[in-house]
Antibody
């Protein structure tokens, strides 16, 4: 069974930093493409970042230069380093994996940016 | 960036009725990389349909997807009480970026 478990969310002040982690199991982690998707309260999902199996990386324009995605295939873990956080970054952050046409999602971790 | 526009914003129906949800793309989307999700409060999105028309594992056959190019449809043949939720479409064929629609809420009339 595919499992994706996010952690690292919390309350942070504007301008602060957080590092999210996503522990994966139940599939060949190093093979698959992984994404971060976020969802602000009451809004639809918004794609944030993707890292492919061979470490090609893409970001949404809204986070480019502030967020850094990485993966540790030895630890089956995906990361999202978030710097210079803004109020508009407040959202539930989901770790997802893409295997052909199938996307699996974690349960998400809440990030709140507020003073 | 491909913009996905879902309609209607809210659908008010009774259990047992048929629901038809629409998703229109601003440019042509590969059907292979088009999906529908269901989301309930406090839960992650749940994959219903992938490849525009294939049901994900465990999804009842009352859910069906169709369409191609710029127009896609999710149909729910007979609404069950557990089907009242928010539904999102997604495309990822031209990613990045991956994009999602704004959602359709199916509520009990």
């Amino acid at each position: 069974e595919v499992q994706l478990v996010e952690s690292g969310g919390g309350l942070v002040q504007p301008g602060g930093s957080l590092r999210l982690s996503c522990a994966a199991s139940g599939f060949p982690f190093s093979r698959d493409w992984l994404h971060w998707v976020r969802q602000a309260p009451g809004k639809g999902p918004v794609w944030v970042s993707r890292i492919t199996h061979d470490h090609r990386i893409h970001y949404a324009d809204s986070v480019k230069g502030r967020f850094t995605v990485s993966r540790d295939n030895a630890k089956n873990t995906l990361y999202l380093q978030m710097n210079s956080l803004r109020a508009e970054d407040t959202a539930v952050y989901y770790c997802t994996r893409e295997y052909y046409e199938i996307w699996d999602w974690g349960q998400g971790t809440l990030v709140t940016v507020s003073s | 960036e491909i913009v996905l526009t879902q309609s209607p914003g809210t659908l008010s129906l009774s259990p047992g009725e048929r629901a038809i949800l629409s998703c229109r793309a601003s440019q042509s989307v590969s059907s292979n990389y088009f999906a529908w999700y269901q989301q309930k409060p406090g839960q992650a999105p749940r994959l219903l349909i992938y490849g525009a028309s294939s049901r994900a594992t465990g999804i009842p056959d009352r859910f069906s997807g169709s369409g191609s190019g710029t127009d896609f449809t999710l149909s729910i043949s007979r609404l069950e009480p557990e089907d009242f939720a928010v539904y999102y479409c997604q495309q990822y064929g031209s990613s990045p970026p991956v994009t999602f629609g704004g959602g359709t809420k199916v509520e009990i009339k």
